[in-house]
């Protein structure tokens, strides 16, 4: 799977969105863009996926760039609740020996 | 709640003793994974089963091993335990083998003294 890169941090204040960046340069034509958030120590959590068209759930937005070798994960309205690690991940649908591989990922702050 | 459960919770042995994480996945979920997370490690695949078959491994360590049962449950077991094994073990599971869109249960946290 193509590796992403991802800032280590970001602060965002409480009610504004965050915008969430994720470089993946070297992703192929049949690899999607995962995104997971981890709140604390908790069991990551599915947020949301695409390939190459904006995608938007009850959750978040992700806006990939026509070259794909970038996106964004937005959160509208951040919440301290949304105060987490967020995991951007590539990885190919139909490929049921390859398992999700987890980076570092950004660790968001929410501030009131 | 994703409705994946994990069992124990907490743990807490010695060193050289052997322990069994127990994982149920969401109903009708085939497909188990387990991955470990330490402090400097960040979150390691360790292995995969579906519908009790074994169909990927990661860094697992020998002394570690998995199995899925029957009734689809999976159970890890670490035996011959050292320091460094003290983490938190997560299970997930997913319906099919083909979707990244995995359900995490809340973990078991070992830790060994």
Redesign the interface.
């Known amino acids: 799977d193509a590796k992403t890169t991802q800032p280590p941090s970001m602060d965002c204040a409480e009610g504004r969105a965050a915008n969430l960046p994720c470089n993946h340069s070297t992703i192929s034509g049949n690899e999607?863009v995962?995104w997971y958030r981890?709140i604390h120590?908790?069991?990551?959590?599915?947020i949301i996926?695409g390939l190459k068209n904006n995608e938007t759930n009850e959750m978040a937005s992700l806006i990939i760039t026509e070259d794909r070798k970038s996106s964004t994960l937005i959160l509208p309205h951040a919440t301290l609740r949304d105060t987490a690690v967020y995991?951007c991940?590539v990885?190919v649908?139909?490929?049921?020996?390859?398992?999700?591989?987890?980076?570092?990922g950004t660790r968001l702050s929410v501030i009131a | 709640d994703s409705g994946v459960t994990q069992t124990p919770k907490h743990l807490i042995t010695a060193t050289g003793q052997r322990v069994t994480l127990r994982c149920s996945p969401r109903s009708g979920d085939l497909s188990v994974y387990w991955y470990q997370q330490s402090l400097d490690q960040g979150l390691q695949f360790l292995i995969q089963y579906y519908n009790g078959e074994e169909r990927a491994k990661g860094n697992i360590l020998e002394r570690f091993s998995a199995q899925q049962f029957p009734d689809l449950h999976s159970e890890l077991n670490l035996s011959s335990l050292e320091l460094g094994d003290s983490a938190l073990y997560f299970c997930a599971s997913s319906p099919s083998l083909d979707t990244g869109e995995l359900f995490f249960g809340e973990g078991s946290r070992l830790t060994v003294l």
């Open positions: 999607y995962y981890q120590s908790q069991g990551p959590q599915y996926h995991y991940i990885r649908l139909n490929s049921g020996n390859t398992p999700l591989v987890f980076g570092k």
